[in-house]
């Protein structure tokens, strides 16, 4: 079974390195005072030295780790799995000394095999459990006797005491395979179940983002309808007057062409609503329709110089208006980066299709990266938020992603990846 089956629930913490310090100081706890009942009911300290060292290595350790628990360092998984086999030892030593697999203590083994399973990964839990079984098998042959634990060994009755203590073995064997196998297949779930839990908060609150920034938009561009058509009519009755000067009605010509394109950005906007309401797409080559959006945008950004790569017309995938949005919110981003160049390239194999936008830019603050498209980004003055998360709603819907990194020269790379199949992006959108 390989070791990326079942994934981890939980990963090391300091929190988890204190439980683990509370229940050893628990079991130390108990066999110090079986050592003092011991001392009382027998009034002698024969054969007690070895319990006694095994002891203070235990303190020893707990107060070790007790320090640790006081540092910042993150705790690895090497660390907790070192605690737990010096746990392991430890509990051994003591055994040794307390009639071995006689004693009824004998069953804390358990103890750090389900803490493995709960927190370390697959390899590391069979390795404590391993040790465990290991130690459990030495300790049946290999122990001082005591007599509080192991009477029938001066009493003649090794012989079904032998069977009685085999037994346990066995049972300590099954229970062991069972909470090792068992316990990381349900952590693996809780952890799997966690992961699409908290994906699920966050395409709500992203959606409900998007509901309403949208709504704003709506409701800005049916306001702004009125104060162009106003400003519209006052500059033509302003072109009318013969006694403007030359350079005033150029000006106004200019105010006028600029308004005929407010208007037709609102126009187009309540047109993709609607389209995009009744969810109307369409299918063209991932390298027609990347060149088109490209020639679109490049026409607003008249300052940009850009390269497109593209070695064919390409599959056809499927999107609606939204997409060349998406495409254009990385364009911009390059663009708003300040480079005065940028690079489009498409690609593809048998799966998927890659638009790749890259810029040399300022790139992107480290800590920026893993926020981007979120739902809830802080970002800097280029406005590198918003737009980002609309475009990666967007391309989620038909089962795509946007990926942002910095280059390692300058500047920063976006990939916008789409299926080809058809199938995955209907899949993506029910």
């Not at 001066?154 to 909470?179: E, Q, R, T």
């Not at 499927?318 to 060349?324: N, V």
């Amino acid at each position: 079974m390989p070791a990326s089956k079942y994934p981890r629930a939980y990963s090391p913490s300091v929190d988890n390195l204190r439980n683990l310090l509370i229940i050893r100081s628990i079991a130390l706890l108990g066999q110090i005072g079986v050592l003092v009942y011991v001392l009382i009911t027998s009034r002698t300290s024969e054969s007690l030295l070895g319990i006694t060292v095994s002891l203070v290595a235990l303190a020893l350790l707990t107060m070790v780790t007790a320090w640790r628990t006081t540092k910042p360092w993150p705790v690895a998984d090497h660390e907790f799995l070192a605690q737990l086999l010096l746990d392991v030892l430890g509990w051994t030593a003591l055994m040794y000394f307390t009639g071995g697999a006689n004693n009824p203590f004998i069953s804390y083994y358990i103890v750090p095999l389900v803490i493995a399973a709960a927190v370390l990964p697959w390899r590391h839990t069979w390795l404590v459990a391993g040790s465990s079984l290991l130690a459990y098998s030495l300790l049946l042959y290999y122990y001082v006797p005591f007599p509080l634990f192991t009477p029938h060994a001066a009493m003649g009755h090794g012989g079904d005491a032998n069977v009685h203590i085999l037994g346990m073995w066995f049972n300590f064997l099954f229970s062991a395979c069972l909470i090792t196998y068992f316990v990381v297949r349900m952590a693996a779930t809780l952890r799997q179940q966690e992961t699409v839990a908290v994906a699920q908060r966050e395409d709500r609150l992203r959606n409900d983002q998007i509901m309403a920034v949208a709504s704003l938009a709506a409701g800005t561009a049916h306001e702004l309808g009125t104060p162009l058509s106003t400003m519209t009519l006052l500059v033509d009755e302003m072109l009318q007057d013969d006694s403007l000067s030359q350079q005033a009605h150029a000006d106004c010509q200019l105010l006028r062409e600029q308004l005929r394109q407010c208007k037709s950005t609102l126009a187009e906007l309540s047109r993709t609503a609607e389209l995009s309401s009744i969810e109307e797409t369409r299918r063209q080559a991932i390298g027609e329709f990347t060149r088109q959006t490209l020639e679109r945008w490049a026409v607003r950004r008249p300052g940009i110089v850009y390269r497109f790569t593209c070695p064919g017309a390409g599959p056809e995938i499927e999107f609606d208006l939204t997409m060349a949005q998406a495409v254009e919110n990385l364009l911009n981003n390059a663009a708003n980066a300040g480079s005065d160049e940028i690079e489009v390239s498409v690609v593809w194999d048998s799966q998927e299709a890659q638009i790749t936008v890259r810029d040399w830019g300022a790139g992107i603050a480290p800590e920026l990266v893993e926020r981007l498209g979120k739902p809830i980004i802080h970002a800097d003055r280029s406005g590198l938020g918003i737009g980002l998360m609309l475009g990666q709603a967007t391309v989620q819907r038909y089962g795509g992603r946007i990926e942002l990194r910095n280059a390692q020269d300058a500047g920063t790379i976006a990939t916008l990846t789409l299926p080809i199949d058809s199938t995955l992006s209907g899949e993506a959108r029910d």
